[in-house]
């Protein structure tokens, strides 16, 4: 699939990974359809892809967990654009912490269920339901079309982040599932598994984390967000990838 011209949906568009991706799509001449929480990052975020070159630029204030306004969203984003050729499914959120804590004997503290739940409801549910929508849209219109889900080196299990793991392991599981259900419709899907990337959202990790996390990367840097967008570049012009994972982590192993 040719970026140029195409209709590219990216939540979380507004920062970080996603807008490093609006970006770098905006320069290949794709249309944008931003999805994000801020109004004003949005308005940002398509004044700068428009500049960047793209033929149109586009934001909507949805939350992804929110299963009515996914569905007016993409109503909109179709009647607004024309058609949808990509979704990637960036959104997400972190809340880590220890599944338990224990001291002389007695436990100290236990991960809340509201700390598990809200990663899944943006991260996992949100990619379910924004995936869907595109989707019947693609299926519908039947020019065929392609679903990123973002994932992370972290789906293998990470200290801390058993809220987070789960549902980088489960958007990698819809990915798989809906490369083989959705190929009879020319739809492919297809997974980033981002290592240790520089982007407000890693920003927020304490200094010991920070310095953990490098010591464990071969190539001892961050990644760049650009670079993320890069693989998304390649997921989206390679017709024959689907159903598998691209593993962008500096040589990680978690």
Not at 9 to 35: C, D, N, P, S, Y
Not at 108 to 132: A, E, I, W, Y
Request: aromatic share 6%; with cysteine; charged share 20%.
């Amino acid at each position: 699939m040719n970026i140029s011209a195409s209709t590219i949906v990216i939540t979380g568009g507004a920062q970080g990974l996603g807008r490093a991706m609006a970006e770098h799509f905006a320069a290949a001449g794709a249309k944008l359809a931003l999805i994000d929480m801020n109004a004003e990052t949005l308005a940002e975020a398509c004044e700068l892809c428009t500049a960047k070159g793209a033929m149109q630029a586009q934001g909507y204030v949805v939350n992804v967990t929110d299963e009515a306004a996914v569905e007016q969203a993409f109503e909109q984003i179709v009647a607004d654009f024309g058609e949808l050729n990509v979704l990637v499914n960036n959104a997400g959120i972190l809340r880590d912490g220890m599944l338990v804590k224990c001291k002389d004997g007695e436990i100290t503290h236990k991960m809340p269920l509201q700390q598990f739940q809200s990663v899944l409801d943006v991260n996992l549910t949100g990619s379910f339901l924004c995936g869907r929508e595109a989707a019947a849209h693609m299926a519908k219109a039947g020019n065929g079309g392609v679903i990123i889900n973002i994932s992370s080196v972290a789906r293998s299990g990470n200290i801390g982040q058993t809220n987070y793991a789960a549902t980088k392991a489960g958007v990698v599981a819809m990915t798989v599932t809906w490369a083989r259900e959705l190929g009879r419709f020319g739809i492919r899907c297809g997974a980033i598994a981002p290592g240790f990337i520089e982007t407000p959202m890693t920003a927020q990790m304490k200094p010991e984390a920070i310095e953990r996390a490098l010591s464990m990367v071969p190539l001892r840097r961050w990644g760049q967000p650009d670079e993320i967008a890069h693989s998304a570049r390649y997921i989206i012009e390679n017709d024959f990838f689907s159903g598998r994972v691209i593993e962008i982590d500096g040589g990680v192993r978690l």
